[in-house]
T-cell receptor
Framework: DADVTQTPRNRITKTGKRIMLECSQTKGHDRMYWYRQDPGLGLRLIYYSFDVKDINKGEISDGYSVSRQAQAKFSLSLESAIPNQTALYFC?????????????????FGPGTRLLVL | QKEVEQDPGPLSVPEGAIVSLNCTYSNSAFQYFMWYRQYSRKGPELLMYTYSSGNKEDGRFTAQVDKSSKYISLFIRDSQPSDSATYLCATTSGAGKSTFGDGTTLTVKP
């Protein structure tokens, strides 16, 4: 987990506020991801980036935006937070050079940010 | 229909029991089948994976994939209290993005 860090680890905010969750990695990976985890719904992909100039929507991008400031930094913003965005948010990285044929491109997750929107 | 369906649990077993965790998937393009373990207040961590069909063993853990029935299983032998965690199955076609099951929370009681 130390290779992928997330700040803050916990955050309480109010409906309508703009907040940013930050992710930094020292693994040197090009690919980064943002997921949210809800009880009973597993991990769902919000956005992903395969390099600094590449940003892609995941399955649940509405209400979120991202910025890839550098290879090592990928931030997630909630422009106007709402209560159903209360969840556990994870950043992850992967390295495409380590996945070919029978070798998996493994994802490495950060420790998560627990967000509560009141 | 979700692309990956996982038996919901929770599951509680005595120490030493054999544990079976199961998932089904719908997309025939998936080639990698993974199991992640997530301890409380931590991020998921890859436990093991298989490529295509077959079995893979790693110590007390065995991952099994049957592509004909699109069924994924993880078996834990001689389960230990330290195995208590949430286990997530996941699949991918290989290009980074993964699709996850909802997770099964396992408690192994001493």
């Amino acid at each position: 987990d130390a290779d992928v860090t997330q700040t803050p680890r916990n955050r309480i905010t109010k409906t309508g506020k703009r907040i940013m969750l930050e992710c930094s990695q020292t693994k040197g990976h090009d690919r980064m991801y943002w997921y949210r985890q809800d009880p009973g719904l597993g991990l769902r992909l919000i956005y992903y980036s395969f390099d600094v100039k590449d940003i892609n929507k995941g399955e649940i991008s509405d209400g979120y935006s991202v910025s890839r400031q550098a290879q090592a930094k990928f931030s997630l913003s909630l422009e106007s937070a709402i209560p159903n965005q209360t969840a556990l948010y994870f950043c992850a990285t992967s390295d495409p050079s380590r996945g070919a044929g029978e070798t998996l491109e493994t994802q490495y997750f950060g420790p998560g940010t627990r967000l509560l929107v009141l | 229909q979700k692309e990956v369906e996982q038996d919901p649990g929770p599951l509680s077993v005595p120490e030493g029991a054999i544990v079976s965790l199961n998932c089904t998937y719908s997309n025939s393009a998936f080639q990698y089948f993974m199991w992640y373990r997530q301890y409380s207040r931590k991020g998921p961590e890859l436990l093991m994976y298989t490529y295509s069909s077959g079995n893979k063993e790693d110590g007390r853990f065995t991952a099994q994939v049957d592509k004909s029935s699109k069924y994924i299983s993880l078996f834990i032998r001689d389960s230990q209290p330290s195995d208590s965690a949430t286990y997530l199955c996941a699949t991918t076609s290989g290009a980074g993005k993964s699709t996850f099951g909802d997770g099964t929370t396992l408690t192994v009681k001493p």
